[in-house]
C-alpha cells in the first residue's frame, strides 16, 4: 500500500532560477540534487518545515526530448506529480496492474537518490501522473 506523501513534482524550465525563487521567496531549500540522465532531468528537493514531511520535488530539462521538456511545452511550468512513498514498488506496481491500471515501467528504474520507482498512467488516474517510490 501507499505509506505517505513522498513528494510533490513542478516542472521548471531553469533548476538554478527555480531554486532561487523558492529560497527567496518561500524559504525552502535543497537538501538534495542530481541529475538523473535516464529520465533526462534536473532534480532537486527542497525540505519544508522540519524536512520530517513530503517534499518539494523541482524538475527541470535536461534535454529537449525529455518528459519535463514535453511537459513544459505542453502544460506550461507547475505540478507535474504525485509520488507516494511504498515499502515495495514491485509489489505496489503489481497491486495497481491488477486493478487494470497501466503502470509505464515493466521494472522499476532509478529515481532520485538512489530509489526505485514506477509511474501510473495520468489516464488512468483522474489526470495525475502518479509516482511510485520505493526509498533506497
Ligand atoms: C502528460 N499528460 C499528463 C502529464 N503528462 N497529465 C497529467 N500529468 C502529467 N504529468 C497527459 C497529456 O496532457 C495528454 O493528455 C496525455 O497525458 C498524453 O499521454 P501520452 O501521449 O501517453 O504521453 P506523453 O508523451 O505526454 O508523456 C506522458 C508520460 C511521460 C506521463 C507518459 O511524461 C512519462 O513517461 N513520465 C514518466 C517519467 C517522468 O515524468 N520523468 C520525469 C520525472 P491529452 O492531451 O491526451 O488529454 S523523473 C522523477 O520523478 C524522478 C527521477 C524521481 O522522482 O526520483
Known sequence: GLLRV??????????????????????????????????GVREAMLAVGDGSGPRIQLLAPARPDSAIAKFIDRSGPGLQQLAYTVADVEAAADALRARGLRLLYDT???????????????????????ELVEPA
Open 108 to 130: 522499476p528504474k532509478r529515481g532520485t537518490a538512489g530509489s526505485r520507482i514506477n509511474f501510473v498512467h495520468p489516464k488512468d488516474a483522474g489526470g495525475v501522473l502518479v
Open 6 to 39: 513522498d513528494h510533490v513534482g513542478i516542472a521548471v524550465p531553469d533548476l538554478d532560477a527555480a531554486l532561487k525563487f523558492y529560497a527567496d521567496n518561500f524559504g525552502l531549500h535543497c537538501v538534495h540534487q542530481e541529475t538523473n540522465e535516464e529520465q
